[in-house]
């Protein structure tokens, strides 16, 4: 069990996010979180980097009680999030953006990052091109691309994407679900929040769903994927 | 959309004192006001043990804290409205007192009423000569334009000879007065307060030596200006300043004109920071470049934010603080302004939304309050 | 401008919808004589000499529009026209100019060459407010609302467009404070309710769910009384369901009468709601037509949808 | 205005009575312009001390009235004094400008000031009847130091330099109007202003061989210190403002030299005065210690005749006795007589008086 | 003007050197305001403090005029010593105890202004009381010599003597002159690359832009803080040498008007920008030596402000444009 989550309480002020949450995510696996506007997933995902403080339940990554650790000693352990909303550093070039990405390795001035660097470009190239345009310039499909490319540039154990994909041309949607898939088939367990419900279920291991601050069902993406309730509720029926 | 909210303590707030004035029914919110009011006017003559300042005369003092509640609240449509960060604002204090000097000293004999006007229109015009180029510049670039414009303006005034020069300008007119009777003040020396006849003021005389009808005065011109601050707040006008501090891109594009917005209040800024300098120089008599020096510019604005900015309410409460408790607490003499600074820290760090929290803060409080009603209301259903 | 002459009551019919009646041309406004600092000059569609068009005319033209930042040419010879009353979608890949395009038209962006005409006339270097006014009104793909104000007032920013009401009308409550005012606030509460917000009237923006957010910013743009409103990504963190009623939604405001520009990644909601679609690459027009023939256009497929069985269906 | 005869206590008459009565110390006792202030304060004392130990069940007492030399705070202070009816004089207001916001009330309100240090010349020009002073103006001091630049330093360039305030620009100006074509260059500098390099330039390309500064000590030593670096050798003459031992503590070897003019009386020429002060503070009597205790001395002797508040300022008007600094007799306009202006020179890191200016 | 032209090397030098002051203490509020976007207002007590380091340390080493070579170096690296680590002190303790409790309570950012400003009254009042506080704690007899007067201004022992190295257009370049004007460079240079190399600079500029995001990333936001206000502080103790060197006194409050005139120095420079910062304070005091022979000395201040808004008209980010980012509409 690479993550373990277990009866989570987050609060903003006096309003209840999240009540009293238990998951898992095994090391290899991609697993969703999937819920209605509101329903608490970003919060989920920002307590997991230590954003947001935790009113009660604990969070183990790697064996290790991880609860009370400050978010910027998460990356050293293997956590990297692409944040909702993106989170570019809009005055830095693209290129700085990426090596922000390398700010917590330990490895960061070895050859390695050179390699991650190369395959980030080749997966968005649009990024090689503009390596020196700063980032809030971009497009926000651009930006998207950014902060996906910037998580990876940590090679991290725990990938943790909210709304990768929103933003995003049809066609890239589908390049980003191949980049999920295949940088899991390299070794990076994934957390993933996605409005895109059928894509994610078809392509996760597991999945939850969140609804008002509770995981109300939990089951394979397969299982989610063809359950009519959930069909109706998050994968949006015939227009 | 399913938004939810839970609401987890279920703890009743008891109505703040705000919040039961506010319930009050409209007759008495006025009786109240009118006490306040009278209460007020009434200050200086109580001589209320404590509050009453032991070291200067308490009559000056209340003339002073109010020119700090005129220009704060002046000050407060620049920073707490329009988000104007100025930190030069005493220049047009001393606009608004050197135009009086010139016109009724200086350069001419104009009687004091007739000054005013026109130290609040010349204060204006600062206002405006200085905003119209710099107001584009962004943020935190206007703190430091307008504070080498106060600067400029307190230079020009040592070095100019036309203006003074360092002696500064004496024999300033007082406003004019009519006497029509003595109000007695209150004497507590033994204990228990009695009525003094001994010690009187004339109402209305604009004398050398008692400010109290000073005071008088000022109360007056805050009660007009706070009226004038609430009306215009309350419009089309206030939402474009507060649109156009939030997102300023966004209000323009939304059809605010925000360039046009923030001069006018740095303009209605200035008229106030004119006319608190004017009655600066009518109570005094005498005004020089050191009366306006730039650690002034700081406290005004020391005022505005210690108090809310925003929050007319607040900047007056922190007005009243900035300037109040340094003459209050005389005694500590040389190791005042060391107290001072820590106060100003100590506030900061422990009210970090000001004294009284702007209006935005509260109404973010309200909505809570209200969602948390609606929640239980549910909940009983 | 909002029913210039009798307001309707505030929340005359509670529950259904209102339907945000399109506001008619802009009246003079009966003028109170009075000198007074007013820190703007309204500027009517008249003033640019055109009246309003009829349905199905040009509304807005973009005519070989090129904008460069430095080397990237982010808009190349651009040309489309949005017709009165119908829905135009813009598509294109990430990055392709689609929010440039915006920005240009909203007067963010000055062309490096060409013109955007509005009304048949060139917008010029018209200030971003003065364009605003003309009738043209926006969302952002980035939420940019006034944060810390609330949901009413921030629609009421939207509204005070039209108004006039500077220091000296509102300092003596003239009338024409107090008439703006209560035509503005009845707007405003009618614009809520047809997005379905009137219960949150009174909440801060930033306290609301992004969804509402969303939707406050439609009704923020409708408040300025556009003639065209621009949508950059309305739909961008919905689910499909949240999708479905945004489609409809949008169908309701053009049935208003307002004439709408819609940028979406989501084809499902463009194929479904728009009645042309212009999409753009690299700055480019690649293609123009009625959405089946996107959707069958071999260089948008290649370009832009890629092939997807759930989107293709 | 206040009225409040009848607020007096009964007793005005009495032996009682005497002991109530306190006289006024106004100026800066806190805040950066505090020193001058506490010299003067402690001359007082030491006046005061000198007049209780003679009236052990008669004392009277000191009150300080603290402007931190700042006129918009003087009216208030004034205002407290006035009501305070057991003030009977007021030594200060020390500074120039505070004398301006405060005297029309003490005027008004017939309370004695007597100053020991503000030297203005306007200030007698007002009509105020309570307004005294125990040292020579301006007007006085400047035309000395003009002579003694002319007649002892015998400079043929000299180069004038202020301070812009109403203390250094007015010395400055009758120095420049005084010595005429001498006067090679003209420059103003501030207050609180420590880098001098263009007026150092100015200095040393007019070849001037004096320099006469109007102004205070703290730009004084580092401005003479500026230019002795860039090795000017012409004679520095400066006046009271400047006389201070910080002056020489500051500017160290570059002070050498240093010519001051002050219409304060050496501390010498008082012998007793000067080894009562060591005793008391441990230090010889600074700038204007002399002259506050002269001032505090009138009043005392005052009180001493029996005058109150009302009869003071009469009493004032006629005194005419020796002082520690001068026969102390006052003209119509306030002003002291007896007016000397003396020269001193730092010489071994000390200031040495030179004699008198005559 | 005729003055301007005969003595421009006078005036270019003296200028120069006193730029070099300005942009030292210029760049601790630049890299304040980077990571921060918050006027330090204190931090011209924090340069003040550093003044009275270096002069206590040549004071208690006994330094005095005639000191040989050797020992001129040593009293003089003394003080470097002494005011950088002071300075760096007062500056770490500034950001712990006026801002960091501000952070936590997500202050706006006003609140943190009026925060440094009561830091700077209670930092400047400390030094201007320093001789009632010390005795207070009973100390007054062994530090007489360092806190006496303690308002007055207090004098460097002259323990270099200023002397002409060469001459150009008439005025004798001192050996004081080339080494506040080298040493600044020099030490602007190595801070610009330290920056530039360092995971500090990313760090600094990550945590002005997006303090969340820089935290996923795995920037502690508190220690970058810190080490900027300890750098910042650093430098402000190395312009205190400098500024001793070239000015020879200081006082409790010989920071405020230095502190206004860097914090404009840093604003003409563009402010966010080191190199800003160099070359706004070399500008900023050459403009005040020419405006002042042009004008008159009096004018010195207006000179400097006015030359502000007129290059914020046409550069309205200063003259080497921010380095900080902008989000787009
Ligand atoms: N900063 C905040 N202050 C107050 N409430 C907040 C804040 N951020 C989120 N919330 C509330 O917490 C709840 C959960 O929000 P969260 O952002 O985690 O939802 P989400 O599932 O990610 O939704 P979305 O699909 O819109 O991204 C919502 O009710 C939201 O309104
Ligand atoms: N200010 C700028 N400086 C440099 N390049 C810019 C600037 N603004 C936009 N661009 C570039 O112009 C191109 C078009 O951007 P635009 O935002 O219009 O794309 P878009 O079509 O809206 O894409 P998306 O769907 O991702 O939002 C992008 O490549 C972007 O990087
Ligand atoms: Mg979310
Ligand atoms: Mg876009």
Redesign the pocket.
């Known amino acids: 069990m690479l993550l373990e989550v277990k009866g989570l309480c987050v609060n903003y002020g006096r309003i209840e996010a999240i009540r009293d949450i238990s998951f898992t995510v095994d090391q290899g696996e991609i697993v969703t979180l999937i819920g209605a506007n509101g329903a608490g997933k970003t919060t989920t995902m920002k307590t997991i980097s230590g954003l947001r403080p935790v009113r009660a339940g604990t969070v183990t990554f790697d064996g290790k009680d991880i609860t009370d650790l400050p978010s910027y000693e998460r990356p050293v352990l293997g956590i990297s999030q692409s944040p909702e909303g993106r989170g570019c550093f809009v005055g830095m070039t693209v290129m700085e953006n990426l090596e922000m990405g390398t700010y917590a390795r330990p490895d960061r001035k070895s050859k390695a990052v050179k390699d991650d660097l190369e395959r980030v470009f080749e997966l968005f190239p649009r990024l090689k091109e ?1 390596v020196n ?2 980032a809030g ?6 930006q998207q691309m950014l902060a996906m490319g910037r998580a990876l540039m940590a090679k991290p154990k725990l990938l943790l994407l909210d709304e990768p994909s929103m ?1 995003l ?1 049809p066609k890239l949607i589908q390049q980003i679900f191949d980049i999920v898939t295949e940088i899991n088939s390299q070794g990076t367990t994934v957390l993933l929040v996605e409005q895109n419900a059928a894509q994610a279920l078809k392509r996760s291991h597991r999945a939850y769903i969140l609804e008002t601050g509770e995981i109300v069902r939990e089951g394979t993406g397969k299982e989610l994927a063809n359950d009519p309730s959930v069909k109706a509720a998050y994968l949006g029926g015939d227009v | 959309m399913t938004t939810t909210t839970n609401v987890t303590q279920k703890k009743k707030d008891r109505p703040n004192l705000n919040e039961r004035i506010a319930d009050l029914p409209l007759p008495i919110k006025v009786v109240l006001w009118i006490l306040f009011a009278l209460f007020l006017f009434a200050l200086p003559l109580l001589n209320i043990p404590f509050i009453t300042t032991p070291d200067s005369d308490f009559g000056g003092v209340l003339f002073t804290v109010s020119t700090y509640v005129l220009v704060a609240l002046g000050l407060n449509i620049v920073v707490g409205y329009a988000g104007l960060l100025d930190l030069g604002y005493v220049g047009f204090y001393a606009v608004g007192a050197y135009t009086v000097g010139v016109l009724s000293s200086q350069h001419g004999s104009l009687p004091w009423l007739w000054c005013v006007p026109v130290a609040i229109a010349v204060a204006m015009v600062s206002g405006i000569l200085l905003g119209a180029p710099t107001l584009r510049v962004r943020g935190d670039y206007l703190a430091i334009v307008t504070l080498g414009f106060g600067e400029i303006v307190r230079l020009t005034l040592v070095n100019s000879q036309w203006l003074g020069g360092a002696q500064g300008i004496s024999n300033i007119p007082r406003p004019p007065g009519i006497e029509l009777f003595e109000v007695p003040s209150i004497d507590w020396s033994t204990g228990v307060p009695v009525v003094d006849l001994g010690t009187t003021t004339t109402f209305l005389k604009f004398g050398i030596s008692d400010f109290i009808p000073y005071y008088w005065l000022a109360l007056v011109v805050i009660a007009l200006v706070l009226v004038f601050d609430i009306l215009v707040k309350n419009s089309r006008v206030g939402r474009a300043w507060e649109a156009t501090r939030e997102d300023e891109d966004a209000a323009e594009l939304m059809g605010v004109p925000t360039f046009r917005f923030k001069l006018l209040a740095f303009a209605l800024g200035a008229a106030i920071g004119g006319l608190s300098g004017a009655l600066f120089a009518g109570k005094s008599g005498f005004i020089n470049p050191q009366s306006f020096e730039l650690l002034l510019s700081i406290l005004f604005l020391a005022a505005v934010v210690v108090g809310g900015q925003g929050n007319r309410w607040g900047v007056i409460l922190g007005a009243i603080v900035v300037s109040y408790f340094p003459e209050r607490f005389r005694e500590f003499a040389d190791f005042r302004v060391l107290v001072f600074g820590l106060a100003l820290m100590l506030l900061a760090i422990f009210r970090p939304q000001g004294l009284l929290p702007p209006r935005r803060t509260l109404r973010a409080k309200r909505a809570d309050a209200r969602q948390h009603v609606l929640e239980e209301g549910e909940a009983g259903a | 401008m909002p029913e210039p002459t009798n307001p309707e009551p505030v929340g005359a019919e509670p529950t259904t919808p209102t339907p945000a009646s399109r506001p008619s041309t802009p009246a003079t406004t009966p003028v109170d004589e009075v000198t007074e600092i007013n820190p703007d000059v309204d500027i009517a569609p008249e003033d640019i000499g055109v009246p309003v068009v009829a349905e199905g005319e040009r509304l807005l033209e973009v005519d070989t529009v090129t904008l460069r ?2 080397g ?1 040419v ?1 808009l190349n010879e651009v040309s489309f026209h949005i017709n009165k009353g119908e829905i135009l979608g813009l598509i ?1 890949p ?8 915006f920005n240009v038209m909203t007067g963010v962006y000055q062309p490096t060459s060409g013109v955007v005409r509005y009304l048949g006339k060139p917008l010029g270097k018209r200030h971003k407010f003065q364009i605003t006014k003309l009738g043209i009104a926006r969302t952002f ?1 980035n939420i940019r609302l006034f944060a810390n104000m609330t949901a009413l007032e921030n629609v009421l920013v939207g509204v005070d467009a039209h108004h006039t009401t500077g220091v000296v009308t509102a300092m003596f409550r003239l009338p024409k404070h107090r008439r703006e005012e209560e035509q503005g606030r009845a707007r405003a509460m009618e614009l809520l309710e047809f997005m379905g917000l009137d219960g949150k009237a009174d909440e801060l923006a930033r306290n609301l769910p992004y969804g509402d957010q969303r939707r406050l910013e439609i009704a923020r743009a409708l408040a300025t009384s556009p003639q065209l409103l621009c949508l950059d ?1 309305p739909a961008a963190g919905f689910n499909p369901a949240e999708k479905v009623k945004l489609m409809e939604l949008i169908r309701t405001i053009r049935d208003q009468g307002y004439t709408v520009l819609l ?1 979406e ?1 989501d084809m499902k909601l463009v194929m479904g709601v728009t009645d042309r679609i212009v999409v ?1 690459e690299f ?1 480019r027009k690649i293609a123009e037509g009625s959405p089946a023939e996107i959707r069958d256009n071999p260089a948008v497929i290649a370009a832009y949808l890629g092939v997807d069985e759930e989107d293709a269906s | 205005t206040t009225g409040g005869t009848s607020n007096t206590p009964a007793a005005s008459g009495g032996a009682a009575a005497c002991g109530d009565y306190k006289i006024g110390m106004f100026g800066a006792l806190t805040g950066p312009n505090a020193n001058l202030g506490i010299y003067i304060q402690n001359g007082v004392n030491l006046a005061l001390d000198d007049y209780n130990k003679k009236h052990p069940d008669c004392k009277v007492t000191l009150e300080n009235y603290d402007s931190q030399g700042d006129p918009t705070q003087a009216p208030a202070l004034a205002k407290k004094a006035i009501d305070d009816k057991k003030v009977v004089g007021i030594v200060g207001p020390a500074f120039s400008g505070e004398s301006k916001a405060a005297n029309p009330a003490f005027a008004e309100a017939g309370l004695v000031h007597i100053t020991p240090s503000a030297t203005n010349p306007a200030l007698a020009e007002n009509g105020w009847k309570t307004f005294f002073r125990v040292l020579g103006n301006d007007a006085t001091q400047g035309p000395a130091a003009a002579k003694y630049i002319k007649d002892t330093v015998k400079a043929t360039k000299v180069f004038v330099i202020d301070d812009a305030s109403e203390y250094g620009k007015g010395l400055a100006d009758i120095v420049r109007q005084d010595l005429g074509s001498t006067v090679v260059g003209n420059d103003t500098i501030q207050q609180k202003q420590t880098d001098f390099g263009a007026s150092v330039t100015k200095v040393t390309a007019s070849g001037a061989d004096a320099l006469f500064f109007g102004g205070y000590s703290p730009e004084a030593a580092p401005l003479i210190k500026q230019l002795r670096d860039a090795g000017w050798k012409g004679t520095f003459v400066v006046a009271d403002g400047v006389k201070d031992q910080s002056f020489i503590d500051n500017a160290q070897a570059a002070a050498e030299g240093t010519v001051i003019t002050c219409p304060c009386v050496p501390a010498d020429v008082a012998p007793d005065f000067q080894a009562a002060y060591k005793a008391k503070f441990n230090e010889d009597p600074n700038t204007y210690s002399g002259e506050g205790y002269d001032s505090a001395t009138i009043l005392l002797d005052g009180i001493a005749a029996g005058k109150d508040r009302a009869t003071m300022v009469d009493f004032v008007k006629a005194y005419d006795k020796p002082g520690v600094t001068k026969q102390l007799k006052f003209d119509a306009k306030g002003e002291v007589t007896d007016v000397k202006v003396f020269a001193y020179k730092v010489e071994g890191g000390k200031i040495v008086s030179v004699g008198e200016i005559k | 003007m005729q003055f301007l032209i005969d003595n421009f090397w006078a005036l270019t030098i003296t200028g120069l050197t006193l730029g070099a002051v300005y942009a030292l203490v210029a760049l601790g509020y630049t890299l304040v305001y980077g990571v921060l976007r918050l006027i330090n207002f204190a931090h011209s007590e924090v340069f003040m403090y550093g003044t009275f380091a270096a002069l206590w340390v040549v004071m208690f080493l006994g330094g005095k005029a005639g000191g040989g070579t050797g020992q001129v170096i040593f009293w003089i690296a003394m003080m470097f010593v002494a005011a950088m680590t002071m300075s760096g002190l007062i500056a770490v303790l500034l950001e712990r105890f006026a801002y960091r409790p501000l952070r936590k309570r997500n202050a706006p950012p006003l609140i943190a202004l009026i925060s440094a400003i009561g830091a700077s009254f209670v930092l400047a009042e400390i030094m201007g009381l320093r001789e009632k506080i010390v005795a207070w704690v009973g100390l007054e007899d062994n530090l007489r010599a360092y806190v006496r007067n303690s308002r007055n201004a207090v004098g460097l022992p002259d323990i270099v003597a200023k002397e002409p190295v060469f001459t150009i257009g008439g005025y004798a370049v001192t050996n004081v002159d080339i080494f506040v004007i080298v040493g600044a460079i020099t030490i602007m240079v190595i801070l610009d690359q330290f920056v530039k190399r360092s995971r500090l600079g990313r760090g600094i500029r990550a945590v002005a832009q997006d303090p969340e995001a820089a935290a996923l990333m795995g920037v502690n936001r508190d220690r970058v803080i810190q080490v900027t206000f300890l750098v910042g502080g650093v430098m402000a103790g190395a312009a205190a040498v400098f500024y001793l060197l070239r000015i020879g006194i200081t006082r409790y409050d010989a920071g405020f008007l230095l502190g206004v005139k860097a914090f404009t120095a840093a604003v003409l420079g563009g402010i966010g920008n080191l190199r800003g910062a160099l070359l706004g304070g070399f500008v900023l005091g050459l403009a005040e030596n020419y405006g002042s022979a042009i004008v008159g000395t009096e004018w010195k201040d207006v000179v400097a402000f006015v030359l502000l808004i007129v290059i914020l008209l046409f550069r309205p980010t200063g003259l080497l444009g921010e380095s900080l980012g902008k989000a ?1 509409a």
């Open positions: 503009r345009q700063a310039s971009m497009s926000g499909g651009e933003g041309a | 930042f430095g990237v982010a294109g990430n990055g392709a100019g689609k929010t440039t395009c793909q990504e940028i990644h753009l700055g | 787009r």
